[in-house]
């Protein structure tokens, strides 16, 4: 089986959280996937397009290996149209071409002299 997840904080991917989630946390599931014996086709699987609106990411977990030790993916595809809404750029962002000590301080700290005994 895999689960498909839309939109998962990017610090929860690890294989302790996802395999923790609750079935109905993924947005979808996919219970019968062909093997390489089945078919050498390209094997659609339509998903429900309500589902998987406004996503800005997919995480896929393989819960098990189908009769072996290890899966592969020969190939993964996405179709889908975009709804034609655009992100805005970042705006004021600083860029930094030359950083100064003195900018950059500690509070409490003497920003000359450092931990590793430079400035003195």
Known sequence: MIKLYKNLPESSINFDDISSLADSKATTKLDSIPTVSDTTEVISFPLQPVKWANTDSITLFVESSLGGD?????FLGFKGKSSGITRAAPQNIVYESAPQVKDHSKVGADPLKSAHGFGH
Do not use: A, E
């Open 70 to 74: 290890q899966s592969g993916i020969q």
